[in-house]
Each structure stands twice: as structure tokens, then as C-alpha cells.
């Protein structure tokens, strides 16, 4: 059935003077709302990949540039949590001096949930988020 059908179909039955249009009309706005109600609370969830995605990316430029993990790319992670609104769990594959094309990788965990109705019907979804790099700092 094509939208142009289903809108002709939706016309004809609220012109008719019938009770059972009424209630398929009646059904079909419930339906629509919940589909609605449904994209409102998975769609936040994309979009907090998205940004986990970007974070992890940035911090492992910032990781690549200095040369090391500790105090530029925890003041970077302020700023991304600051930027973003999101708090994620964040686990490095080394520490400290990282030498000249040594690889590093960084991982980003975040709980979101999915629910339609609060608490109830409510499940949490971890997210992750890893992003690798390359040292480009040569320590003597």
C-alpha cells in the first residue's frame, strides 16, 4: 500500500457515516502516536553514538598530537564532556610517553536507555566507541 493510497483510504473512511470508520480511524491515531512516542526515545540514543563516536575520535587526536595520555588529554575530556553533555567511561591501551608511531587505542562506554514508558519497559543499551591512532611526538 503506497502513501497515496493509505491517505486516499483515510479520507473516504472518515467521510463515512459508519461507526467502524471512526474506531479504524481512531486506531490508526493510536498507532501513529506510538510510533511517534517510540522514535522520540530511540532517536537520543543515535544521536549519543554519534557524539560518543566524535569524542573518541578527538581524544585520540589530542593523544596523537601530544604524544601521551595524562594531563592534555584529561583537560581535552573535560572539554568533550563540557562540549558534548555526555559522560562517558573512558579506557586507554597505554599510558604515559607514547614514541613515535607506536599505536594507541582508545575505548568509550555509555549506558542510555530505551523505553517507551519511564521506568517500565525500560532497558539500558551500553554504547561503545573506539578510536586508534599513532603517536606522532619522538621522545628522546
Known amino acids: 500500500m503506497q502513501v497515496k493510497d493509505l491517505i486516499k483510504w483515510f479520507y473516504r473512511t472518515i467521510k463515512e457515516r459508519r461507526a467502524e470508520g471512526y474506531v479504524d480511524?481512531?486506531?490508526?491515531?493510536?498507532?501513529?502516536?506510538?510510533?511517534?512516542?517510540?522514535?522520540?526515545?530511540?532517536?537520543p540514543v543515535f544521536i549519543a553514538k554519534q557524539q560518543l563516536d566524535t569524542f573518541a575520535t578527538e581524544l585520540m587526536r589530542e593523544a596523537e598530537i601530544s604524544g601521551r595520555i595524562g594531563s592534555e588529554t584529561d583537560r581535552r575530556a573535560a572539554v568533550l564532556r563540557e562540549k558534548t553533555g555526555i559522560d562517558p567511561q573512558i579506557s586507554w591501551s597505554d599510558s604515559g610517553q607514547i614514541q613515535l608511531n607506536q599505536e594507541v587505542t582508545v575505548t568509550l562506554t555509555l549506558q542510555k536507555n530505551i523505553g517507551l514508558f519511564g521506568n517500565f519497559g525500560s532497558f539500558p543499551v551500553t554504547l561503545r566507541a573506539q578510536a586508534t591512532g599513532k603517536s606522532e611526538v619522538y621522545w628522546k
Open 25 to 43: 480511524v481512531a486506531v490508526l491515531v493510536l498507532c501513529v502516536m506510538l510510533v511517534l512516542a517510540l522514535a522520540l526515545r530511540v532517536l
